[in-house]
């Protein structure tokens, strides 16, 4: 566990150092890095591997936010960490930031897995409506709401405790934290620059994710160059967590392929 000034904000990651190319996990709105923690102890235990909690999430100071800020944060624990042209791992918004990583700091850059994700996630109205419901309601008013935006019917279902787990995750997010992530998500738009993503590139989708629906993930893959697809069965917005055996397995499977 450390702590880093950068970019004006004190920043929570975790670095674990290792031997080859690094593998680095941006997490989702209203989450922090632990949901990659199950997918992450399922690969090989000596490659250096970096998590971090994006500004106004975790342990991490909040402050405004556009999607350039976040990616600036990445590349300065990057740097940091002495870790380049590594395979960057993001979930929904966390798959926009590796996507605006990729676009500003190709160098520290070597492959993406985007999970979850889209070159734009919602519209202008729909994020509009999501900060009036914050003021509205809070967090603890949208909670529900929310979780069944996160996890597939079966996945609440079977795994009640776990989902009040990720309930308080999110309810335990600083409101002004979740507000800049939902207005760097209301402005960012990546249609148009996809062409210029050059890295190999998996793109998951979540067969039961309403969230970021296979369609919008599978546009995303369409879009980039050489991108690959995958769509879980049944398995909603966070993958890392419904189904990380799965995940941790594509991961495996494209940082093998990186030459
Ligand atoms: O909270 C949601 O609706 C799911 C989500 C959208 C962007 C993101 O990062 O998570």
């Known amino acids: 566990m450390s702590f880093a000034r950068v970019n004006g904000a004190v920043l929570h990651y975790l670095h674990r150092e290792g031997t080859g190319r690094g593998v680095v996990f941006l997490n989702s709105l209203g989450t922090d890095h632990r949901i990659w923690e199950s997918t992450a102890g399922r690969l090989p235990k000596d490659i250096p591997l970096l998590f971090l909690d994006k500004r106004g999430h975790g342990l991490s100071e909040t402050s405004p936010a556009t999607m350039e800020t976040f990616s600036e944060d990445v590349a300065a624990l990057m740097d940091r960490s002495a870790m380049a042209d590594a395979l960057v791992c993001g979930v929904s918004i966390g ?67 776990e989902v009040e787990g990720y309930r308080a995750m999110l309810t335990r997010t600083p409101k002004d934290g979740y507000t800049a992530a939902c207005e760097a998500l209301r402005d960012a738009d990546l249609s148009g620059r996809a062409a210029e993503i050059a890295v190999p590139t998996l793109c998951i989708a979540g067969g039961a994710d309403i969230a970021t629906p296979p369609d919008l993930v599978r546009a995303l893959a369409d879009a980039i160059p050489g991108a690959t697809y995958e769509e879980l069965d049944g398995v909603g917005h966070l993958p890392s967590i419904e189904s990380p055996e799965r995940v941790a397995d594509l991961v495996q499977r494209i940082y093998g392929r990186l030459a």
């Open 95 to 161: 798959g926009l930031i590796a996507q605006t990583l990729a676009l500003r700091r190709p160098d520290l850059v070597g492959g993406l897995v985007l999970s979850n994700t889209g070159l734009r996630i919602g519209d202008r109205e729909s994020w509009t409506a999501r900060l009036d419901a914050l003021e509205t309601s809070g967090l603890e008013g949208m909670a529900d709401g929310v979780m069944s935006r996160w996890f597939s019917d079966g996945f609440r279902t079977s795994n009640p405790d």
